[in-house]
Nanobody, 123 residues
Framework: VQLVESGGGSVQAGGSLRLSCVVSGITYGSHCVGWFRQAPGKEREGVAA???DGSTYMEDRFIISRDNAKNVVFLQMNSLKPEDTAMYYC??????????????????????WGKGTQVTISS
């Protein structure tokens, strides 16, 4: 299983970014994908998740979605703030939605991880 993130970059506060996570090596629709972020000197935190049945969890200003045909999960981030600056990772678990939700809400415990994409927000 591989996850590859893209879409990071540098934007000014108030702007938007859309991150993508391409999932390969697994039958699509049988898993849950989450987005996490980690800023320098801070703990990792989960910000969104989407289950195979379309169930979602997301923090304010973030929207998670998936394109089943292309095996891609997106994270739309709006009204970005300097405190959103971090490395953003997507991760996957084969477990149920309930377990996935708890893993993301508790900031980890997923089965597979991507290498991340950097997001930098300037004031």
């Amino acid at each position: 299983v591989q996850l590859v993130e893209s879409g990071g970059g540098s934007v000014q506060a108030g702007g938007s970014l859309r991150l993508s996570c391409v999932v390969s090596g697994i039958t699509y629709g049988s898993h849950c994908v989450g987005w996490f972020r980690q800023a320098p000197g801070k703990e990792r935190e989960g910000v969104a998740a989407i289950g195979s049945d379309g169930s979602t969890y997301m923090e304010d200003r973030f929207i998670i979605s998936r394109d089943n045909a292309k095996n891609v999960v997106f994270l739309q981030m709006n009204s970005l703030k300097p405190e959103d600056t971090a490395m953003y990772y997507c991760a996957l678990t084969l477990d149920s939605w309930g377990s996935c939700y708890r893993r993301v809400a508790n900031n980890g415990g997923m089965d597979y991880w991507g290498k991340g994409t950097q997001v930098t927000i300037s004031s």
